[in-house]
Structure formats: C-alpha cells, structure tokens
C-alpha cells in the first residue's frame, strides 16, 4: 500500500520531492490535502482548519503583526515527469519541482519548525490555481471564509528563482468574433468568408505595440497576442463564423473594466461582431513601499522585480493585504516537460524565510 503521509521533519528538498511524488493535478489535489491536514493537526501550536481540499493553518500568539505564507498544491498535467529524480548536481527535476510544490515544501518547514514566530502567521494550501479561475482554491476561500485570509502582509511562495516579484500583471482572455454568410466553395462568390473577414484582427495584433509603464520602480510589460483561432464547417462549405481567442496580459495600473475598454478600442474597426470575455483575473500593484513589505525585502535582500505572469497576489490585494511573490523555483522553468529546481535554492529560501521570522 502506498505511503499517504508526509514527515515534516525532512529537510525542505527532501520534502519537495516527496510532495512531487504524490501528484496532484488541478482536481485530483484531495489526497495531498489530507495528508498536509493530518501532518498541520499534530502540530500543537498551529489551529488548522479545512474548506474543500483547502487546509489553512494558523498560529495565536497575539503579535501585533499577521503574515500570510501561500501555496497552491495542484499541478499541471503530469508529462511523464513523476516521479522525481535527483541529479548529481543536486537539482531536482519533475513536475510541479519548480511550480510550486518546493514553495510547498518551504511553508510546510516553517509551520513545523518555527513554532513562536515574531509575527502570527497563517498557512494557506489550496486547490485549482493552475485551472480557470472560477474553481481557484483560494478564491473560494475569500468568498466563504474570508477571516481566515486576514492579514497584515502575504507571500505567495510561487517562483520566482529566489527573488522578491512585486504585484502580478492582470489577464483578459476575450474571444472575438466575425461572421459571414454560408456558400458552397466552389461558388465562393456567393458568400462571404469569416475567416477572411478576421484578417484584420490578426494585422492589428501583428502590429500591436504593448505598453511598458513603471509602477514602484518595476518596469512592467504588457501583451495583447491570439492564442487560438477556430473556424470552418467542412472542406467544401465557405465558414458563416470565425472566433479569434486573444489574451491580453496587462500592468496592474489597468482595472479590469480598463482593461476589457483597452481590447475594445484596439479592435473597434476590425469587422468584430462580437466581443466575449472568456476568462479574467486582474492584476496586482506591487505595495512594495508597505511597512512589511519593505521589511522583508530588506530581510531576504536582493532587487525587487515585476511579476510578468499571473499570481494569486491579486487576490490578497483585493482583500487589501498587500503581497509579494517569492519562492525557490524559476519561474522559466515552469509547466515543462524537464521542469526542475535546485535544492541549494529551496534551502536557502527557507533559511531566509526563517531568519526572518524569528531575529
């Protein structure tokens, strides 16, 4: 019978690779989550709680400050990476090494070994990051608990190859459609193509120029690209319809409803029919001149950089506790086949974390 547990005594990249051995995809997390309940609960310093197959932990020592420690514990689509393997060079390859199971391991560590922190601390692991946004974890948690995501400051332990991210840009996933009129092909002339008719849409994206606005000091760069184009009804018949799928990753200066204007003005004279949101999560200012944030910055060292992908930050900045991300694995490296972390790197993070948090 399979091992179910997890030893938190393990040092972090042991721990990591234990936590990549016990997949996880986005779905299929509840047998992780009740392994890190039954590992948190024989924690007597910590008070754990469980929404779904979200488990959140917490101590009460009455500090005047309360830091959140996140990490998402599902996975991309295991590609014949599992289980993980240990090189000679001491990096430690598989799926979810890097995204974000190392984070993981680190948040596990300090709930385990750092039982009178300086600050409160609150672990949050949820479920669904890597899937569309309305089955997001800790999304769910913010609408039906959110006392428990109260906090002072958070870190997002996702990648980030050891430095602090500030904020997270937003992303707008908008289908645009053109339309056209039926007509056997051979007799083209009688109808009219909605594939010919997208041509524009794609000439404006092919020129595109995307903004690059520096908030907090972070340089930021946005994307306007297509990311998929479906159309065509049978090799004989002239298409009725064409859906241009575009995705737009914008700075987090931009609302979402600007952000949702901006795509409407880029192709308001490009024969679009119709304009649909598919998907949309905004983004996050960084708050890197916070109290907390600076203190910790200040702690870990290194230079603060843009997030250039979406995080979870941006759900904690929209229930007003501002967020970094920072966490051992490179964020390059992430969702690959040959996706892989360097163990020096998820002990140093905890270290750090750990210095912190008790100096």
Known sequence: MADTSLD???????????????????GTEKPLADA??????????????????????RTDLGRAERVILAGHID?????????????EDGVLWGCGTCDMKSGVAVQLRIAATVPAPNRDLTFVFYDNE?????????????????EWLAGDFAIL???????????CQGTLRMLLR????????ARSWMGSNAIHAAAPVLARLASYEARRPVIDGLEYHEGLNAVGVSGGVAGNVIPDECVVTVNFRYAPDRTEEEA???VHEVFADCGVEEFVVDDHSGGALPGL????????IEAVGGTPRPKFGWTDVSRFSALGVPAVNYGPGNPHLAHKRDERVETAKILAGEERLRKWLTV
């Open 157 to 167: 332990l996702e990648p980030s190859d050891g430095e602090v991210e500030g904020g």
């Open 260 to 262: 949702i204007a901006h």
């Open 130 to 146: 890597e899937v569309e946004a309305e089955r997001n974890g800790l999304r769910h948690i913010a609408a039906a608990r959110p």
């Open 75 to 87: 996975t991309v689509p295991i590609a014949g990476n599992v289980p993980s393997r240990l090189d």
């Open 36 to 57: 890190i309940e039954t590992a948190l609960r024989a924690l007597p310093h910590l008070t754990v709680d469980r929404y779904g197959n979200n488990v959140i932990a």
């Open 289 to 296: 001149s916070h109290p907390a944030a600076a203190a910790f």
């Open 8 to 26: 938190l005594a393990l040092d972090a990249a042991t721990l990591t690779a234990r936590l990549v051995d016990f997949p996880s995809e986005s």
């Open 178 to 185: 053109t339309t056209g009129e039926r007509a056997h092909s």
